[in-house]
């Protein structure tokens, strides 16, 4: 568990790291570097769930490679198969991040939302959604591993 007090906004605490995998995560079906040891930092703190619909076919080793079995989601409603999945483990103990326009409910959703601007780019929907947008996933992770970020930059 992660709580931290945003000063002139609110305090959250997350229980639950939900990621999308294909262009978040993962780059043409393999991890982005550095995102390994960072997940495994946080896993201490937090119960990390990964949501894909596979999209290359290579969800497998990324499972075997984190030591985690993804969600798979259809490939029909894709959005409502996410929000539904965060609603499932009370979005308001979520944090959520993603890229694609399929995150976008699901980032608007949970407790706090993290837009990814990864090697693919990000949906417009998703960065309007979220309540942060980081230029790749090592910093989205790392606002959760030194939330004093969160502070500084949710801080009203």
Request: glycine fraction near 6%; charge should be negative; aromatic fraction near 4%.
């Given at each position: 568990?992660?709580?931290?007090?945003?000063?002139?906004?609110?305090?959250?605490?997350?229980?639950?790291?939900?990621?999308?995998v294909n262009g978040t995560l993962a780059k043409d079906g393999h991890l982005?570097?550095?995102?390994?040891?960072?997940?495994?930092?946080?896993?201490?703190?937090?119960?990390?769930?990964?949501?894909?619909?596979?999209?290359?076919?290579?969800?497998?080793?990324?499972?075997?490679?984190?030591?985690?079995?993804?969600?798979?989601?259809?490939?029909?409603?894709?959005?409502?198969?996410?929000?539904?999945?965060?609603?499932?483990?009370?979005?308001?103990?979520?944090?959520?991040?993603?890229?694609?326009?399929?995150?976008?409910?699901?980032?608007?959703?949970?407790?706090?939302?993290?837009?990814?601007?990864?090697?693919?780019?990000?949906?417009?929907?998703?960065?309007?959604?979220?309540?942060?947008?980081?230029?790749?996933?090592?910093?989205?992770?790392?606002?959760?591993?030194?939330?004093?970020?969160?502070?500084?930059?949710?801080?009203?």
């Open positions: 568990m992660i709580t931290v007090e945003i000063p002139g906004f609110r305090t959250f605490t997350f229980r639950h790291l939900v990621l999308d982005i570097e550095g995102t390994v040891p960072l997940l495994k930092e946080l896993h201490s703190k937090l119960d990390i769930h990964l949501v894909t619909a596979d999209t290359h076919g290579k969800q497998e080793a990324i499972n075997r490679t984190l030591s985690m079995e993804a969600v798979k989601i259809p490939v029909e409603n894709q959005v409502k198969a996410k929000l539904d999945y965060i609603e499932k483990l009370d979005a308001e103990s979520v944090v959520a991040v993603g890229n694609g326009a399929n995150d976008a409910a699901m980032l608007e959703h949970a407790a706090l939302g993290i837009a990814v601007i990864g090697p693919e780019g990000a949906a417009v929907e998703s960065v309007l959604k979220a309540k942060i947008v980081t230029s790749d996933i090592q910093s989205a992770l790392e606002l959760l591993l030194f939330p004093k970020r969160l502070m500084a930059t949710l801080r009203r």
